[in-house]
């Protein structure tokens, strides 16, 4: 069974930066995607960013330029960093695992929260 941990999440001031990492057990990252997603409160979950296991990745537009996901495949971890965070980028942000190399996100972690002051 696939079980995904994430840390790093935290209280920053508009502009800062925070960056998350989740580490994956019971899971291959050379042949499966891995994501994150958030929810806002009273919003629905969103995606942000996906990294595929050719390691090519893919952002939201609201992500891309700010945010870069990463992986390091030797320890099944990925890793999101935020820079230039806003208010509107505060949420929980959850890991996600694919079941195949560009998405099929079926596995959720616990999710880290970030809060962005203004």
């Known amino acids: 069974e696939v079980q995904l941990v994430e840390s790093g999440g935290g209280s920053v001031q508009n502009g800062g930066s925070l960056r998350l990492s989740c580490a994956a057990s019971?899971?291959?990252?050379?042949?499966?995607?891995l994501g994150w997603f958030r929810r806002a409160a009273g919003k629905q979950r969103e995606w942000v960013s996906s990294i595929y296991c050719s390691g090519d990745t893919t952002y939201t537009t609201a992500a891309e330029g700010r945010f870069t996901i990463s992986k390091d495949n030797a320890k099944n971890t990925v890793y999101l960093q935020m820079n230039n965070l806003k208010p509107e980028d505060t949420a929980m942000y959850y890991c996600?695992?694919?079941?195949?190399?560009?998405?099929?996100?079926?596995?959720w972690g616990q999710g880290t929260q970030v809060t962005v002051f203004p």
């Open positions: 019971q899971f291959d990252a050379t042949r499966n995607a």
């Open positions: 996600a695992a694919g079941v195949w190399c560009t998405g099929g996100f079926r596995v």
